[in-house]
């Protein structure tokens, strides 16, 4: 019998005033809301009997808070290549703002003036899939929404645009392996939130 093949599983942090108000939130430090702590929490029941062998967070609160919540932070490493979109000039601003003055604006596309491009993204993403590759085992990321969707793209060897086809909700878990062998790259498991308000 084989041996099982390894998955990296994604964690997007539980909700943020501005992921409630649909505001760009790269490097803004905020808090998860009343409302997100406990669905941060009801991830350590959707993990319950999982090992891993490294867990990696972002080092921006609401990531680090809902690898805390989910009972991981004794053994969770700070991973900077897994911070949020630097969003620049559009941080705080909601999408409809920015369609205002471009109106054909696609972050996963475009990127964002006095912030990162998708090719940069990319790069820190193709670092995390690096380092998670080399790893003997099941590995556990927490980190925002938009980053983790170019890491998906890069698992799967495809341009970071491809990011817009890949929604994820607040304290969702994710789920990236492989099929068959690991050449082939493959999304296991996407946007689960079946663990939510339980």
Known sequence: MSEALPLTYLARHGETAWSLSGQHTGRTDLPLTERG???????AERLKGLTFANVWTSPLQRAART????????????????????YGDYEGRRTAEIHAKRPDWQLFRDGCPAGETPDEVGARADRVVSRVRAVQGDVLLFSSGHFLRVLA????????????????????????????????PVIRLWNDTRHVGL
């Open 67 to 86: 690898c805390a919540l989910a009972g991981f932070e004794a053994v969770a490493e700070v991973d900077r290549d897994l911070l949020e979109w630097n």
């Open 153 to 184: 793209d890069r698992w799967l060897g495809v341009e970071p645009a491809a990011g817009r086809f890949f929604l994820l909700s607040t304290a969702s878990l994710s789920a990236l392996g492989y099929e068959h062998n690991l050449s082939q």
């Open 37 to 43: 702590e406990p669905n941060a929490r009801q991830l």
